[in-house]
């Protein structure tokens, strides 16, 4: 089953420009843009600044899989080894986010 994408604008430092992603990445990334009590561009424009050589869609896919990883139970299923783990450790924070890595 293909997820289908939803291509929206949004302003980052300014500037305007447009991020495609699918629905539930949408979702998430708004619920810890809720949580956080910050806007939706201030927290694409902290993954934004902090992004490695890599597309703002795919830093905000890894950015939101991290977030919600760190929110359960830890478990042995993923290593500490796993290209997974390795991704997630270089996904980028929201301003003024502290980190554990």
């Keep these: 089953m293909e997820a289908e994408l939803v291509k929206r604008s949004i302003v980052i430092a300014g500037r305007k420009t447009s991020v495609s992603l699918e629905h539930d990445f949408w ?3 708004k619920t810890i843009a809720r949580d956080r009590k ?3 561009s201030d927290l694409v424009g902290g993954i934004d600044a902090r992004r490695p050589n890599t597309n703002l869609s795919s830093a905000i896919r890894i950015f939101v899989l991290q977030h ?3 929110q359960l139970p830890q ?3 993923v290593g500490t080894g796993t290209a997974l ?3 997630a450790r270089r996904a980028p924070v929201a301003a003024g986010e502290q980190t554990s890595w």
């Design 27 to 29: 979702n998430g990334l």
């Design 38 to 40: 910050i806007t939706l």
């Design 68 to 70: 919600f990883r760190s």
């Design 75 to 77: 478990t042995s299923a």
């Design 85 to 87: 783990t390795q991704i």
